[in-house]
């Protein structure tokens, strides 16, 4: 009888630390954001390094720069439709089995456009890959429901600073790459990255439970809702889709130019002058750090001007030699430093607004961006075509523009209501 109460007891015991234990969710530590940094790295790798191959895409399918460099904005649509009917499931199945299926069937799609017979297959595969790559905003959030709100700032850049380490990385191994070997090394390489990320992830990555059992056209719909109805998401939004649009057209144009008559390079250049921007990575945690400390707006504030400058720096790139050469290096970096820091600062104001829908959030966060930044690819191939390097520069200062007047507008309106109730 005694030992029939003693296992009972013992039973009641450990379903009280099973439910305690899914009450409290895991913590994430040092070793886990590192973890969380590098799958974002990889995976957002998939959508940048075609900015580096897309002239080796050229000549090796006998097609026109301007009509290769359509893979960069195939794959960044790509990227926008995978963030609007993907990441809301971020809060309806469980984190890790959700980036681990994304990051196999990106391999599988990555795969696929190594071996496209032309460029219309090409495409098509790039924007599947683009669709599936979609793991670092599904990482986001978890992350941000895994550390105490005074941490979120500096988690956010720390998981920023690996994407932009992807960002980099991708661009300057696939330049080079792809001149050596050919454009489909580039992918076959980047499919193997992300497979081994895919194993990594099923045995590292936390376990999470769902925050909601709404059906999937219920969390689509809530996205929408999300945008509608929050006026701070619409503002972060339409900031990080213009400044994202811009730094999309530089991109574009900047392999356009290190490959064309002026510098008359090969694609390694573009990959050498995104790795000189590898800096950026110490920055962006340093941005959620100020973030936390002063706010998102004035951040938001620096970023944007910060931008504008590097365009006014990038557009002495046109005169070529070793002049021009300095100038997109000092130029590129300083753009990439404001763009990182704004998206920090987006960010942590976005994850205050719905705790049990951050997924859904951050869908209409990131569609919104990479809505603008397939648009700035293309926009930036254009500009380029029609007015070379000067173009592209003059369209990058319209884009962030846009962004400053609304935000200068808000500051103002902000100060006065609170000189109204003082």
Not at 341 to 354: I, P, S, T
Request: hydrophobic residues 50%.
């Amino acid at each position: 009888m005694r030992t029939l109460i003693a296992q009972t007891a013992q039973t009641a015991q450990s379903a009280q630390v099973k439910q305690a234990r899914q009450a409290r969710p895991p913590r994430l530590d040092r070793r886990g954001v590192l973890l969380l940094a590098a799958v974002c790295g990889v995976a957002v790798g998939n959508v940048y390094f075609p900015q580096a191959v897309s002239p080796s895409i050229a000549v090796g399918l006998h097609v026109r720069p301007a009509a290769a460099a359509g893979i960069v904005t195939a794959t960044q649509f790509g990227y926008a439709l995978g963030l609007f009917a993907l990441v809301p499931l971020g809060d309806r199945v469980r984190h890790r089995r959700l980036a681990v299926s994304l990051l196999v069937i990106t391999g599988f799609w990555l795969l696929s456009a190594a071996a496209a017979p032309g460029l219309g297959v090409l495409l098509a595969a790039g924007i599947l890959v683009g669709m599936s790559t979609v793991v670092a905003p599904v990482i986001g959030p978890m992350a941000a429901g895994l550390v105490a709100e005074r941490r979120r700032g500096a988690v956010s850049g720390a998981l920023l600073s690996g994407s932009l380490g992807g960002m980099l990385l991708s661009r300057a191994l696939g330049g080079p790459l792809s001149q050596w070997l050919g454009w489909r090394a580039g992918y076959l390489a980047m499919a193997v990255l992300t497979l081994a990320c895919a194993a990594l992830a099923s045995r590292a990555l936390p376990t999470t439970e769902p925050t909601t059992c709404r059906p999937y056209p219920a969390l689509l719909a809530q996205s929408f809702a999300a945008l509608a109805g929050e006026p701070e998401l619409r503002r972060s939004s339409f900031y990080q889709a213009t400044v994202f649009a811009a730094f999309s057209a530089v991109w574009t144009g900047v392999a356009l130019l290190l490959t064309g008559p002026v510098y008359r390079l090969g694609t390694s250049a573009v990959g050498l002058l995104a790795l000189v921007n590898a800096g950026t990575m110490v920055s962006t945690p340093a941005a959620g750090r100020w973030t936390d400390r002063r706010g998102p707006d004035a951040v938001n504030l620096v970023a944007m001007l910060g931008v504008v400058g590097a365009a006014v720096v990038l557009a002495g790139g046109d005169v070529g030699g070793a002049g021009g050469m300095a100038a997109l290096v000092a130029g590129s970096l300083l753009l990439d430093v404001a763009m990182q820091a704004g998206m920090v600062a987006n960010q942590v104001r976005n994850y205050r607004l719905r705790p049990e829908a951050r997924s859904r959030v951050n869908t209409a966060y990131m569609t919104c961006a990479y809505c603008g930044g397939g648009a700035g690819s293309w926009l930036g191939a254009q500009a380029f075509g029609g007015f070379g390097w000067i173009g592209v520069c003059a369209a990058t200062v319209v884009l962030v523009g846009a962004a400053l007047a609304w935000h200068v507008r808000w500051l103002r309106h902000s100060h006065s209501r609170g000189c109204h109730r003082a």
